[in-house]
């Protein structure tokens, strides 16, 4: 059963600040990441992918992966209130997502103004 | 251009019932997938389709579900007889070859089952 894990949450954090979010996946042989997000009665919506360890940036996000900790993570600098919303990390066996993915069952992030 | 077209956005229906729920993917992308959405069990995949093929479909929770694809334009999901544990959202998405893009999600058909 290959499992995609994420704190619940919520996550509160006031805006401006930074906040992280996290991910563990138990598939080794995973190849590709992503983080959704998703807001309160919509649909999910692609905001990071990433295929290699390290670091990759897009404007206030950031994602980054530990193959060997078999950990991802997403952080987002200078919190809006409009980045409230659920942030679903999923997973892929193969190098995209024109195969199956597992998503995690999200994590909930408030900022507060 | 338009995206993934789900129909319809939200179903009531009684127990025993049939239930058929409807997707169009967008245009040119020739990967089609079911989930299901629940506080909680999270987005899980039921089944998706390569070329219009079922690739995988041991998401697909008993017999009662079925999906078909009959071209590369549309698909169905059905449910019959539909159950009150079958209440959910459910999202069809679809991606193109290019596997750097991202699957994009239709906006979801909310289903109950009374």
């Known amino acids: 059963q290959k499992e995609v894990e994420q704190n619940s949450g919520p996550l509160s954090v006031p805006e401006g600040a930074i906040a992280s979010l996290n991910c563990t996946y138990s598939d080794r042989g995973s190849q590709s990441f992503f983080w959704y997000r998703q807001y309160s009665g919509k649909s999910p919506e692609l905001i990071m992918f990433i295929y290699s360890n390290g670091d990759k940036e897009d404007g206030r996000f950031t994602a980054q992966l530990n193959k060997a900790s078999q950990y991802v993570s997403l952080l987002i600098r200078d919190s809006q209130p409009s980045d409230s919303a659920t942030y679903l990390c999923?997973?892929?066996?193969?190098?995209?997502?024109?195969?199956?993915?597992?998503f995690g069952k999200g994590t909930l992030l408030t900022v507060n103004p | 251009d338009a995206g993934v077209i789900q129909s319809p956005r939200h179903e009531v229906t009684e127990m025993g019932q049939e239930v058929t729920l409807r997707c169009k993917p967008i245009s040119g992308h020739n990967s089609l997938f079911w989930y299901r959405q629940t506080m909680m069990r999270g987005l899980e995949l039921l089944i998706y389709f390569n070329n219009n093929v079922p690739i995988d479909d041991s998401g697909m929770p008993e017999d009662r579900f079925s999906a078909k694809m009959p071209n590369a334009s549309f698909s169905t999901l059905k449910i019959q007889p539909s159950e009150p544990r079958d209440s959910a959202v459910y999202f069809c998405a679809s991606v193109g070859t290019n596997s750097n893009q991202p699957q994009h999600f239709g906006d979801g058909t909310r289903l109950s089952i009374l």
């Open positions: 999923a997973v892929s066996h193969s190098g995209g997502s024109n195969y199956k993915l597992t």
